[in-house]
């Protein structure tokens, strides 16, 4: 409950300031694959998610940005070292909403880099 507050007043700090705190989150989804359990980790920007990836020792060339949401996946032994490290545990809908987030903002640094392509799109 304490996260989800953390959360909340972030949003309230941002409307009422402008001031924009950045989190990276790591869900608790457990997926096990080739013989390893693993979750998800996202940012509330891509930017920040790339940098925490990177103190956390992860590869750029992991990330998946072709997904439903942007993400890296993490072992279980990286989540808590994320943890660790300053990340929060979050819930699925939060996860879900910063990849779309980080998906919106991808597309419109695609748009600025490449305003030729906006043009095949339609």
Not at 10 to 34: C, F, K, M, N, P
Not at 45 to 59: I, P, V
Not at 72 to 93: C, E, K, P
Not at 104 to 122: D, G, K, N
Request: glycine share 4%; proline share 2%.
């Amino acid at each position: 409950m304490l996260l989800k507050r953390c959360a909340i007043c972030a949003r309230i700090l941002h409307r009422r300031t402008g001031i924009q705190l950045v989190a990276v989150y790591v869900d608790s989804e457990y997926i096990v694959w080739r013989g390893k359990t693993w979750c998800h980790l996202v940012a509330d920007s891509t930017d920040e998610l790339h940098a925490f990836a990177r103190r956390l020792g992860l590869r750029a060339s992991w990330f998946q940005s072709k997904n439903r949401y942007p993400h890296y996946d993490v072992t279980q032994f990286l989540q808590q070292r994320a943890l660790a490290m300053g990340a929060i545990l979050a819930d699925r809908r939060t996860i879900v909403e910063c990849g779309r987030k980080m998906r919106a903002e991808m597309a419109e640094q695609c748009e600025r880099e490449h305003p030729a392509l906006v043009l095949f799109s339609s």
